[in-house]
């Protein structure tokens, strides 16, 4: 007998697999609104692909799908990526046992069988999940995947000395006491002596996790989880070519230039459920600059932004005027703000931690981020409003969203009054110089936090160097950085995916710390605990509100807004929509050419 939780997920699977079908024959043309240009130029219309589908029954097969972006991806390796644009990338070359659901809006956060027959099979005790590889799944020369290919490709993931940079949250559940060595220390001859996943045959495997987990199964979804052959794996360069096992293969990779992916012949599709691989060639083109960028995707020479987070000002001016009809005004899943390290003085104290919140101009910080469109509502809270648990702008503690939305001077110097710095006092503010609207909202605070005291410097420091920089605590202490600038999303959409990191004291680190608040609480802690193992989703999503509570109640943070983007789709391009799954993002791995002849 299985736990509601696994015959919840058997009907989730059942619905998915609904929607999949229905991807190939609903289309949401989404030319409502007037002024949207829909007609004029085979735009789908004004937010046609926000959450619904904007012109399923348009894609043709064939064609060269075209990304451009100003990033590159930290890794194509899937067990190193960790930019939220590679995940959804990587889907066209990695496959997983499981992976996010296919569909528009909140049921794309679902998740659906990939290469296994089905959802897990998961033990009365939370404990056991077993899974069986579907028919048919190959690599990219022809070869089948097996079950010790994806045991293989999840362990790597404990190679942290070679393959930094990846999410852990497989190595934490499936070895909280970190025993296992990584296959490249593996004294095993098959090196796969993880001893708490098993391959019983090529097409079983089953995972035995020491605790429960109710997120496991999310955790599986994710690129980390995606199965590398060990004769293919060329451990620190492996992401320069990896080895394909979707309908994809990479042709040509030129790091910060150009990556071209062309079709695996070998890939079959009635053995994949998820993927219909319209295109013939899929390609991304590098540039150094955003207006340059945007310029070119609006003149029709690319498809999509790769990177997802909005046309930069100039573009999303030009974009919103002439163009209307491609755009798409998600709220993602990140929220940008402004966290208090409890090591700099005084945001040791509670109350100079207050002051900050009502000395803020709410409105000022929303108008810095680009508005109420392109920048996203004011945040009142710390858990994003695709997250179960959520209670967006219900919950309001400060009144951010409202009688304090352009400040509180005088709330703001009782709290001041109370933690012992009546006159005020001075503090440094740190954001990244490679981020002109994080500037822009640092200097829209310190104008704020001006009138009631407060004098704030602003330290821009080199973005690339984040871990080494706000992510070292003793780093953060010793420049006097009470305020940092930063902003979130979630791994997978719940609590933990979200706020583990960010408020759980064991992610405290030395070095890529992200705990920058120094949340140790044991009451939070506790309710992670609680959390990892309750399986029902609404004692879930009540434990998320609890936790968001605790955090909010303490202060350590500052939000700024929930995060809005404008995002650009070409006319060429159909079959696309908006996932929660990917927090806001088109979801890259059905999207079709609406010609192949270009």
């Known amino acids: 007998m299985t736990t509601q939780r696994t015959s919840g997920r058997r009907k989730q699977a059942m619905a998915a697999a609904a929607v999949v079908a229905a991807l190939l024959t609903t289309a949401a043309c989404g030319g409502g609104d007037s002024d949207s240009g829909g007609s004029k130029n085979g735009a789908a219309g004004f937010d046609a692909a926000n959450n619904k589908i904007a012109q399923a029954d348009q894609v043709k097969k064939g064609g060269e799908l075209k990304f451009a972006s100003t990033q590159d991806a930290d890794s194509w390796d899937t067990t190193r990526g960790y930019y939220g644009f590679m995940w959804n990338f990587s889907r066209y070359y990695a496959r997983q046992l499981v992976t996010n659901t296919p569909a528009p809006g909140e049921k794309g956060a679902g998740v659906s069988p990939d290469l296994a027959t089905d959802v897990a099979k998961v033990s009365d005790d939370g404990k056991t999940y077993t899974y069986t590889l579907r028919d048919g799944v190959t690599w990219e020369d022809g070869k089948p995947i097996t ?21 852990t949250y497989l190595k934490e559940v499936l070895d909280p006491d970190g025993k296992y060595e990584g296959p490249y220390k593996d004294k095993s001859a098959d090196k796969l ?32 989880a995606s199965p590398v052959r060990q004769d293919k794996d ?16 990479f042709e040509s990779y030129n790091p910060g230039k150009d990556l071209t992916l062309v079709r695996n012949t ?37 498809d999509i932004d790769l990177a997802q987070t909005g046309l930069s000002p100039q573009g999303r001016t030009s974009a919103l005027k002439e163009h209307k009809g491609n755009v798409d005004n998600p709220v993602s899943g990140y929220i940008r703000y402004a966290v208090f390290p409890q090591s700099v003085k005084p945001f040791d ?3 100079c931690r207050k002051a900050v919140l009502y000395g803020a101009d709410h409105v000022s910080l929303q108008t810095a981020r680009g508005g109420p469109q392109a920048g996203g509502d004011i945040g009142t809270n710390m858990l994003p409003p695709a997250v179960p648990g959520s209670e967006a702008q219900k919950y309001d503690p400060y009144e ?51 009138k009631v005291g407060i004098e ?7 973005g690339s160097q984040t871990a080494g920089i706000i992510g070292s605590p003793s780093n953060v202490k010793k420049k006097g950085y009470g305020i940092i600038i930063m902003g979130w999303g979630p791994d997978f959409p719940s609590v933990q995916g979200y706020g583990k990191p960010l408020w759980n004291s064991e992610f405290i680190q030395e070095s890529g710390n992200n705990n920058y608040a120094l949340i140790d609480d044991k009451e939070i802690d506790g309710l992670f605990d609680k959390y990892g193992t309750e399986l029902e989703d609404s004692a879930k999503a009540d434990i998320a509100k609890q936790i968001n509570h605790k955090v909010m109640e303490g ?23 908006t996932s929660d799954g990917y927090s806001g993002m088109y979801d890259f791995v059905n999207i079709g050419l609406k010609s192949s002849s270009k």
Not at 194 to 218: G, Q, Y
Not at 456 to 462: A, E, L, R
Not at 557 to 569: A, G, H, Q, S, T
Request: aromatic residues 12%; contains cysteine; glycine residues 8%.
């Open 349 to 351: 104290n509670i109350h």
């Open 193 to 224: 002596g993880l001893k708490s996943i098993e391959t019983p045959d090529d097409k079983t495997i089953v995972f035995k996790l020491p605790e429960a987990n109710s997120d496991f199964e999310e955790m599986l979804a994710l690129t980390s």
């Open 266 to 302: 070998e890939w079959k599709q009635d053995s994949d459920p998820v993927r219909k691989a319209y295109p013939d060639k899929i390609s991304i083109k590098f540039f150094t600059n955003a207006n340059e960028l945007d310029q070119r995707l609006i003149a029709g020479d690319y």
């Open 400 to 450: 951010m969203a409202g009688a304090n939305k352009n400040g509180n001077v005088e709330k703001a110097k009782e709290e001041l009054k109370a933690c012992g710095q009546p006159n005020g006092f001075k503090t440094t503010i740190a954001v990244r110089n490679n981020k002109p609207v994080e500037v822009a909202t640092a200097e829209s605070l310190q104008a704020s936090l001006k």
């Open 555 to 577: 202060a350590y943070y500052l939000p700024f807004v929930f995060e809005k983007f404008i995002n650009w789709r070409s006319s060429r391009v159909g079959n696309v929509y």
């Open 234 to 249: 060329t451990k620190s360069k492996y992401g320069l070519h990896p080895f394909s096992s979707g309908p994809y293969k």
């Open 147 to 167: 079950s010790k290919d994806v045991k293989y490709g999840i362990e790597r993931g404990w190679a942290q000395d070679v393959l930094a940079g990846g999410p």
């Open 456 to 462: 704030v410097g602003i330290d821009q420091y080199d």
